[in-house]
Nanobody, 120 residues
Framework: QVQLVESGGGLVQPGGSLRLSCAAS????????MGWYRQAPGKQRELVAS???????RYTDSVKGRFTVSSDNAKTTVYLQMNSLKPEDAAVYYC??????????????WGRGTQVTVSS
């Protein structure tokens, strides 16, 4: 199993910044992808940003140029630097990890979510 611990959410004014962190720990799994999803009330969960074990990143169009996803050298922690935050960025942000076990099985793991509120 892989356990995910998120941190960094909070309340900021429009134009402000937050940095989310998600630390993965547990069994000897090979992490293929780490990323962030978000879900606002009444809306579907959407992928915000992700990074592969090889360092490739992707972003939803609405955050390009404002958000940056990265990982540490051990590939066990994923970060989301969020700049120039807008009210529409407000949501619960969930860390997601796609990992492969030593037996070759692929699993999705989810954090409990961290609230990001953008309001003046």
């Amino acid at each position: 199993q892989v356990q995910l611990v998120e941190s960094g959410g909070g309340l900021v004014q429009p134009g402000g910044s937050l940095r989310l962190s998600c630390a993965a720990s547990g069994s000897r799994f090979n992490i293929d992808v780490m990323g962030w999803y978000r879900q606002a009330p009444g809306k579907q969960r959407e992928l915000v940003a992700s990074i592969t074990s090889g360092g490739s990143t992707r972003y939803t169009d609405s955050v390009k140029g404002r958000f940056t996803v990265s990982s540490d050298n051990a590939k066990t922690t994923v970060y989301l630097q969020m700049n120039s935050l807008k009210p529409e960025d407000a949501a619960v942000y969930y860390c997601n990890v796609v990992a492969r076990s030593n037996l070759g099985y692929v699993y999705d793991y989810w954090g409990r979510g961290t609230q990001v509120t953008v309001s003046s």
